[in-house]
């Protein structure tokens, strides 16, 4: 089925270690989305790539970094993990960002939890 | 900036109606609604371009001031199937790099309907 597929689902990680969370689309979008959601604070942007090839900061980039390895896919990467980053994670694509008018497509998410 | 989201909470009985709003300090491009189930991913409901009409589907529609860069998202005769947080986001024009649209997600609305 198309769609936005992360992996993995849940994730415990000890404060220090790394890890990678995976994003995959199959609908053909060109613009996708990091975001994390924590009680109360809605939706923040992480990072983002507009295009293939480029990627920018959102709101909240500190601690994370990012690769689009192809149109398909966009990773995100916690270097060293805190427990202020204990959060569920969720990447989206959308058609474009140079043109307005489109929804996102959310993954099913990725719940976090840093001790 | 984050769109400012009221009420916070609201509790229906199945049939009453709802209205959730949505305002924003910066001059908006589009207004997104999105509905998140308990543990699941959001999910796009509508869009409201700026120029464009009120919209709907089923017994949910949306409106969009451009002047007071305000949006409703308008219930009725609400379903169970209704309940959830519901999110706007609004998107505007950043110019940093290449440019882009950006969407900012409100804190949410949470909507529990009641038999």
């Known amino acids: 089925n198309a769609g936005v597929t992360q992996t993995p689902k849940f994730q415990v990680l000890k404060t220090g270690q790394s890890m990678t969370l995976q994003c995959a689309q199959d609908?053909?979008?060109?613009?996708m989305y990091w975001y994390r959601q924590d009680p109360g604070m809605g939706l923040r942007l992480i990072y983002y790539s507009a295009s293939e090839g480029t990627t920018d900061k959102g709101e909240v980039p500190n601690g994370y970094n990012v690769s689009r390895l192809n149109k398909r896919e966009f990773s995100l990467r916690l270097e060293s993990a805190a427990p202020s980053q204990t959060s569920v994670y969720f990447c989206?694509?959308?058609?474009?960002?140079?043109?307005?008018?489109?929804?996102?497509?959310f993954g099913s998410g990725t719940r976090l939890t840093v001790v | 900036q984050q769109p400012v989201q009221s009420p916070q909470a609201v509790i229906l009985r199945e049939g009453e109606d709802a209205v959730i709003n949505c305002s924003s300090s910066?001059?908006?491009?589009?207004v997104h609604w999105y509905r998140q189930k308990h543990g699941e991913a959001p999910v796009f409901l509508m869009i409201l371009l700026k120029g464009g009409e009120q919209k709907g589907h089923d017994k949910i529609s949306a409106s969009f001031n451009e002047k007071k860069q305000q949006s409703s998202l308008y219930l009725t005769a609400s379903q169970l199937s209704y309940s959830g947080t519901y999110f706007c986001?609004?998107?505007?024009?950043?110019?940093?790099?290449?440019?882009?649209?950006?969407?900012?997600f409100g804190k949410g609305t949470k909507l529990s309907v009641i038999p």
């Open positions: 910066k001059a908006l491009y589009s």
């Open positions: 989206a694509g959308r058609w474009s960002a140079s043109a307005p008018g489109y929804g996102y497509t």
């Open positions: 609908m053909n979008h060109n613009s």
């Open positions: 986001g609004t998107e505007i024009w950043e110019y940093s790099g290449a440019g882009s649209y950006q969407l900012t």
